[in-house]
């Protein structure tokens, strides 16, 4: 682990990092659930990182989700309920008040063996970049997914990083892979409405760094692959209903513009009808269509309760 001396967290989150990027006191979040032989080798992957977290944080919910994890060092386990923005929270509440930037992950997430620098040198490059996200060269929630050995064969077939960042603001950071500036998220935390896989959890949580001032950017240096790993996601009806209530809900909230909630429940529904007569064998397309009619009911009778999710 680094065990570089850092300055201490500035007060603002229009503050620079410590003079060296190197010096940033990092901690790495991992919330996970089910699936320790994955987090076990994409926690080892970490080791590659050519700055290396002073601190790992995985938030899980029994014994059996870390493994061997729990004996490395460096390396806190907590437990409690289950839930991606519960267990975010959970450990951003153990995050030390010392430290600069905090990173949160999936934990079937692999980055680029440069991925902790290029993020740390985009926040020092601005001080008023919030939160960033990374360039994801390969998504396997779009498909299948990837096994860790795909994964890593995507990324060892990097020869160049880019040599210029290049920085563009988003909407919100995408939740596999997000990096922010601890100072600008003091206080903040993940809406524990937003049920089991959360849905929009991280847009919502953008959408809050943005109403406090920051800014919430995507660049094109930290470079990763989200394996998309099946095993651990909801039924397919919890999440279709997450799918409509859970945009409409952070339009309330004014944390997601109404043009981008309507934008994203009528792809979600529109595809879930088209592909229900030929679904994806790792996709239960019904459930999902079944779980957005009961979310569209809902929504026409005043009901924007994203927490029924986790009872149907």
């Known amino acids: 682990m680094n065990s570089t001396v850092c300055s201490q967290v500035a007060p603002s989150g229009e503050m620079r990092l410590p003079s060296s990027v190197r010096q940033a006191k990092v901690c ?4 996970t659930l089910g699936r320790a032989e994955v987090l076990e080798r994409v926690v080892a992957c970490v080791d590659s990182q050519t700055v290396q977290p002073d601190l790992i944080i995985v938030s899980c919910v029994t014994d059996e989700d870390v493994g061997k994890l729990a004996s490395r060092p460096g390396l806190l386990v907590i437990k409690g309920r289950p839930g991606s923005s519960v267990q975010r929270n959970r450990a951003l509440d153990h995050v030390p008040d010392d430290f600069d930037v905090v990173i949160i992950l999936d934990d079937d997430f692999l980055m680029h063996r440069t991925w902790i620098a290029e993020l740390l040198k985009a926040l020092d490059s601005d001080p ?21 050995e795909e994964g890593q064969a995507i990324l060892a077939s990097v020869t160049d990083v880019p040599d210029s960042l290049s920085v563009a603001s988003t909407g919100g950071p995408y939740g596999c892979n997000m990096g922010f500036r601890a100072s600008s998220i003091a206080g903040l935390r993940f809406d524990e409405r937003l049920v089991l896989y959360g849905w929009q959890e991280d847009r919502d949580f953008g959408g809050q760094i943005w109403n406090r001032g920051g800014r919430v950017v995507r660049i094109n240096t930290a470079l990763g692959v989200h394996l998309g790993v ?11 209903y997450s799918q409509v209530i859970n945009p409409l809900y952070l339009v309330r909230k004014k944390t997601m513009p109404r043009r981008d909630a309507l934008d994203h429940v009528l792809r979600n529904v529109a595809s879930n009808i088209v592909r229900s007569f030929a679904p994806e064998p790792w996709i239960d397309r019904r459930g999902r269509l079944g779980g957005n009619l009961i979310g569209l009911w809902d929504f026409v009778r005043g009901r924007l309760t994203p927490e029924r999710a986790a009872k149907l």
């Open 128 to 148: 008023s970049i919030a939160c960033v996200t990374g360039t994801v060269l390969a998504d396997g929630i779009h498909g299948p997914g990837y096994s860790i």
């Open 230 to 240: 099946k095993r651990g996601r909801v039924s397919g009806r919890k999440l279709g």
């Open 28 to 31: 790495l979040i991992f919330p």
